[in-house]
């Protein structure tokens, strides 16, 4: 198993781009996690940038990459002093298969000037269940369950015993099961919560996302995320989802909301 910043290192090429090897762990039955990909974009754009850290992510996801060599592109738009804007394409065999605008910035970990976003009252840690890679009935595997450990709230367990929740939230406990510590790249993975709110509803299979908007607020203090994910609608066979997460100190550290395909 590799750790993150293994499964997302990037190695720069002669010709301005760079080299990725997909990790297929971090997936989602076949299909490589939306998070992780944005993940390895930012690694890119943090390798180009002037500035260190991603503050804001918009991806949309034209068709899934498999698990291998990839190339990343990485056009300057704008340079400024707080903030640079760039553009990532994800290539596998010439052909785009996300393409990202991602702002730069520098983040810390200061308290909130205002904030109306306090964290979840979620059941302690240890009293949420562990998310299998492989669970039983399951009609696929997921891979990202083991390098991401997702302790989800008992109250949103209602879909495994047959008795789908309405309620259209989830929340969780998060870790990277390598024992690393979250950062803003990890967070992009953090956000793009396992599992969909469709599948708390009661509908299977997979939720595949178009886009995904993302802003990292703070750097992360040490330990787990508190994350919560909600949904508004499911209409025309596309679902919202909106998610949040908090680390130990009780501050927000980052924000998303993402339209996914649904078939219900």
């Not at 390798?47 to 034209?62: C, R």
């Not at 492989?134 to 997702?150: K, M, Q, R, S, T």
């Not at 008992?154 to 099961?177: C, D, E, M, N, V």
């Not at 203090?221 to 609608?233: D, F, I, Q, Y």
Request: with cysteine; glycine share 10%; hydrophobic share 45%.
């Amino acid at each position: 198993m590799k750790t993150f910043a293994e499964a997302t290192a990037i190695t720069a090429r002669e010709d301005g781009a760079y080299r990725a090897e997909l990790d297929p762990q971090w997936a989602v039955g076949d299909k490589l996690h939306g998070g992780y990909l944005m993940a390895v974009l930012g690694r890119a754009v943090s390798a180009a940038a002037g500035h260190e850290h991603p503050v804001a992510v918009t991806t949309s996801f034209l068709r899934p990459p498999v698990a291998g060599p990839a190339t990343i592109s990485v056009t300057p738009l704008r340079q400024g002093r707080a903030t640079s804007q760039y553009r990532a394409g994800l290539e596998q065999d010439g052909t785009v298969c996300a393409e990202a605008l991602i702002t730069q910035g520098g983040l810390d970990d200061a308290e909130p000037f205002w904030s109306a976003a306090p964290p979840p009252e979620l059941p302690p840690e240890d009293e949420c269940l562990l998310l299998p890679a492989i669970a039983p009935g399951a009609p696929f595997a997921v891979p990202l369950l083991d390098v991401v450990e997702h302790r989800l709230d008992p109250a949103s367990l209602g879909f495994a015993t047959g008795q789908p929740s309405k309620s259209g939230r989830t929340g969780a406990w998060l870790r990277l099961a390598d024992g690393s510590d979250w950062d803003p790249l990890s967070l992009l993975v953090a956000l793009d919560l396992a599992p969909p709110i469709s599948l708390t509803l009661g509908v299977a299979g997979w939720a595949p996302t178009i886009t995904f908007t993302a802003y990292l607020r703070r750097l992360p203090a040490p330990g787990p995320l508190r994350v919560t994910m909600h949904a508004a609608e499911i209409t025309s066979g596309r679902m919202d989802e909106t998610a949040l997460a908090w680390d130990t100190k009780g501050n927000l550290v980052g924000q998303a909301t993402q339209l996914a395909a649904i078939r219900h």
